[in-house]
């Protein structure tokens, strides 16, 4: 089976080396990488970066430059359109593959498996060094992940969503596959499309390393409009319009997703804020009579955000890296 990395770049130099470098170490070695650059300052510095450290990967490299910024969405349906793997492996420019053995571990599980649609994996947020970690994903103890499971497995599951460096994807033929124009939702719709028709893989192991500093939704405002409470429900109402179970899992799930407000207080517009706490109540009207949704709600608008961020920043660096390493 043949592996299409799908890596969406946008000013990738800083980081795309440490990323890189766990890429072409994995063991199973029948890959292609489809490379879409929506920066157009770094053109010629990026090509010449790949000649440099990766002469002898060329061959499976596939390096596609924007003429115009297309922005994350459509960039990664970009470089899924100009793939032919497989099996579709998403990859962030700035992430690290942990383990050299997982490519040939994912396939394994392809290719003994025909209803294994896709597969998804817990993974950790570090600051750094990547043996700083702060923050990780919760695991599961099932290993597979059917669309009938319990309540439990599912909402694990979704908590793996929220970051597109590996998860992959079996291609069907037969399906129309779908990037939504909207930033947090936008990786995810092909995933949820093969959920309805096939079993997830849920690895037992932190495979990717997110790197927090370089992370969007730090410094990029705009991206907290359309709300992202609204996107997520959104597409859970499209996709699993005919399936009752998923769609109220996700609705519930989204609607208490109450420390979001904090990540869009600190690094989002106010507006943004108000409309997020809208949708909150719009699809969850029981947060009208939660006590925990009524204490951020008066956090995220009482205390400035200065005293937030740092407070937050002290938790992860302080306490609860200390937990996960």
């Not at 650059?37 to 790949?50: C, K, P």
């Not at 908590?159 to 291609?171: C, D, T, Y």
């Not at 096939?198 to 939704?217: E, H, K, N, P, W």
Request: proline share 3%; hydrophobic share 40%; glycine share 4%.
């Amino acid at each position: 089976m043949k592996i299409s990395v799908l890596t969406p770049t946008y000013k990738s130099l800083s980081y795309l080396k440490e990323a890189f470098d766990s890429l072409f170490a994995q063991d199973y070695k029948n890959f292609e990488v489809i490379i879409c650059n929506d920066s157009q300052d770094d053109a010629t510095e990026l090509q010449d970066f790949l000649v440099k450290n990766y002469s002898d990967f060329l061959s499976q490299i596939k390096l596609i430059q924007n003429e115009v910024n297309l922005g994350y969405s459509l960039n990664i349906r970009k470089c899924f359109e100009n793939s032919d793997g497989d099996v579709v492996f998403l990859f962030a420019q700035d992430d690290v593959i942990t383990k050299t053995t997982h490519f040939s571990e994912i396939i394994n599980i392809y290719e003994n498996d025909n209803s294994i649609g896709f597969i998804s994996r817990p993974y950790f947020w570090f600051d750094g060094s990547i043996n700083h970690k702060l923050r990780r994903t919760p695991k599961s103890d099932l290993r597979v992940i059917k669309n009938n499971s319990s309540k439990k497995d599912i909402l694990t599951l979704i908590s793996s969503l929220g970051q597109l460096s590996g998860l992959s994807f079996r291609r069907y033929p037969n399906l129309d596959y779908f990037f939504t124009p909207f930033i947090f939702t936008a990786h995810v719709y092909p995933f949820l499309q093969n959920f309805l028709i096939s079993d997830c893989y849920f690895l037992d192991y932190d495979s990717i390393a997110v790197r927090a500093s370089s992370s969007q939704t730090t410094f990029v405002s705009s991206i907290y409009n359309p709300s992202p409470t609204l996107t997520w429900i959104e597409m859970a109402n499209d996709i699993f319009e005919n399936n009752n179970y998923l769609r109220e899992i996700f609705i519930e799930d989204f609607g208490k997703n109450y420390v979001g407000l904090l990540q869009i207080k600190n690094y989002g517009y106010f507006k943004d804020l108000l409309s997020d706490i809208y949708y909150l109540v719009k699809f969850r009207p029981k947060n009208l009579i939660s006590l925990i949704f009524w204490v951020f709600v008066f956090t995220v608008i009482l205390i400035p955000k200065g005293i937030l961020i740092a407070a937050i920043s002290f938790y992860k660096n302080h306490i609860n890296s200390k937990f996960i390493n």
